[in-house]
């Protein structure tokens, strides 16, 4: 029986160990599917941000509409990794002049305006160098989501303001009055994946999340 049973044990212990080796391998190759199922579905990139505010700017009585292609970015400018160019952090697309595309965090209206070359002072703003000023029939107004401000500076833009910027001899009801009829367009934006101009799903495509799984 011993001397049997022997010829038939040194293929059953490789045996052993073959499936042992196909188990271990097994376990590592689901694991890491595993992994990177896991990693696909939880990548966020860290250059996320995107979302809208809403201004209009009134001189005279007239919205200004902007129609110069100066005032505009090209949505190819829209790289998830360019935060490092400040005409990226905030701009318009596509002849849109109310709404606000806000690429970064902490960004402020006068970061905004510069990107455009204008400036909002007290009782002074300048659009792309047409410059408009406080006189005796005419005032420059600043009103962010109702609220009257000085000055632009060091105010950052938050999703969805409505934000007033009036020159002219207005009351202060009727400037109230236009703020909050200014449609919230941005919230609009923030909805829809925005593929028409800088689509914050750029972030999210197929080809993002494979890259960031590999690198
Ligand atoms: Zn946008
Ligand atoms: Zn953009």
């Known amino acids: 029986m011993k001397a049997a049973k022997k010829p038939t044990s040194q293929p059953e212990k490789t045996e052993n160990t073959l499936v042992i080796v196909n188990s271990i391998l097994i376990g590592v190759l689901v694991g890491l599917v595993l992994f990177a199922l896991f990693r696909f579905i939880t990548y966020k990139p860290d250059h996320a941000t995107h979302y809208h505010a809403n201004w209009q700017v009134w001189i005279n009585g007239q919205q200004q509409m902007f129609p110069e292609p100066a005032f505009y970015q090209e949505v190819a400018s829209c790289s998830i990794n360019d935060d490092s160019d400040p005409l990226h952090r905030a701009h318009m697309h596509n002849n849109v002049y109310d709404v606000i595309h806000v690429h970064a965090n902490g960004v402020t209206y006068a970061q905004f305006l510069e990107n455009i070359n204008s400036s909002a002072q007290k009782g002074y703003v300048n659009l792309a160098g047409k410059v408009y000023q406080d006189n005796p029939e ?27 910027i009036n020159y002219g001899s207005e009351t202060d009801a009727e400037l109230i009055a236009r703020d909050n009829d200014i449609p919230n367009k941005a919230s609009e934006y923030n909805l829809k994946k925005d593929p028409a101009s800088c689509s914050g799903d750029h972030t999210t495509t197929l080809q993002d999340r494979l890259y960031n799984i590999v690198f």
């Open 138 to 164: 005419n005032k420059v107004t600043y009103l962010l989501n109702g609220r009257k401000l000085d000055s632009l500076s060091g105010i950052v833009i938050r999703s969805e303001d409505k934000l007033l």
